[in-house]
């Protein structure tokens, strides 16, 4: 059975940082790129930041470059996203997702449940 689990995220006064976590189970954790996303209220989910499934290459959101820095552990299948600086604008509800290849060459993709994260000002 595929799991996401996130965790990390809280309230926190603009300026402050936190740190997502996201455990993964269920498939082959080093085959898939890992990614952030978020969906503010009223707002289309968007990407925040991706990371290739060995890690040496990330992609980020405009929003958030030089804020924000995604990681993983692939021993422990695990993602993480430290966020630093944080922005009134960066509240969100956070989520986790895998994008993999299929043995038929079709993406697959997964999701976790998500976990709040609100940026007092």
């Known amino acids: 059975q595929v799991q996401l689990v996130e965790s990390g995220g809280g309230l926190v006064q603009s300026g402050g940082s936190l740190r997502l976590s996201c455990a993964a189970s269920g498939f082959i954790f080093s085959m898939y790129d890992m990614s952030w996303y978020r969906q503010a209220p009223g707002k289309e989910r968007e990407l925040v930041a991706r990371i290739t499934c060995g890690g040496g290459s990330t992609t980020y959101a405009d929003s958030v470059k030089g804020r924000f820095t995604i990681s993983r552990d692939n021993g422990k299948n695990t993602v993480y996203l430290q966020m630093n600086s944080l922005k009134p604008e960066d509240t969100a509800v956070y989520y986790c997702?895998?994008?993999?290849?299929?043995?038929?060459?079709?993406?697959?993709?997964?999701w976790g449940q998500g976990t709040q994260v609100t940026v007092s000002s």
């Open positions: 997702q895998a994008r993999g290849v299929g043995v038929d060459l079709r993406l697959i993709y997964y």
